[in-house]
């Protein structure tokens, strides 16, 4: 029996990569060896999965967004359009950092705001919220919400907007 997934014909999926039934993927993506992704997930146009990337159930990418190796994002998280990742604290184009990647945990029921960028190394709380545009540097705490850049904490996730 053949899987229920959508793979838009402009995509690439190399070899050995996991794909959770009932997910979408849309155009021009690529989707790099050994990466899981999970059930019910949908990646919009354009967005690069790495090497080794572990993407929970339900998840939601919006359009022109990479997620590098290193970066594991549990279930339930939406990432909105243009969110950066990073993957290396001190990058230098004369100096080889392959194989040196800071993990970079995205907590369940997460919401990345637009524009939002990401300093590896950082850890965010289960139904955190990063406002559009912000600059995380530090870890955030479950249910708590950022924003600013550098992103500061500025309260609390009601938590009837959790399942």
Same mark, same amino acid.
Do not use: Q
């Given at each position: 029996m053949k899987k229920k997934i959508f793979v838009h014909e402009t995509s690439i999926i190399d070899k %050995?990569?996991?794909?959770?039934?009932?997910?979408?993927?849309?155009h021009w993506c690529h989707i790099s060896k050994n990466a899981v992704l999970g059930k019910n997930c949908t990646l919009g146009q354009n967005v690069f999965i790495g090497e080794n990337v572990k993407i929970g159930n339900n998840v939601k990418i919006q359009n022109n967004v990479s997620v590098y190796e290193g970066i594991i994002i549990k279930d339930d998280v939406f990432i909105g359009p243009s969110v950066v990742f990073t993957n290396i604290k001190k990058p230098r184009s004369f100096i080889s950092q392959k194989k040196k990647y800071v993990k970079t945990i995205i907590g369940?029921?997460?919401t990345l705001g637009a524009n939002s960028t990401l300093?590896?190394? #950082?850890? =965010?709380?289960?139904?955190? =919220?990063?406002g559009a545009g912000s600059? #995380?540097?530090? %870890?955030?705490k479950n249910?708590?919400? #950022?924003?600013? %850049?550098?992103?500061?904490?500025?309260?609390? #996730?009601?938590? %009837?907007l959790v399942k």
């Open positions: %050995n990569v996991k794909i959770g039934e009932k997910t979408k993927i849309w369940k029921g997460s300093i590896c190394g #950082v850890k =965010l709380g289960k139904y955190s =919220l990063v600059v #995380v540097t530090k %870890n955030i249910y708590h919400k #950022v924003f600013g %850049n550098p992103a500061k904490e500025k309260g609390v #996730v009601k938590k %009837n």
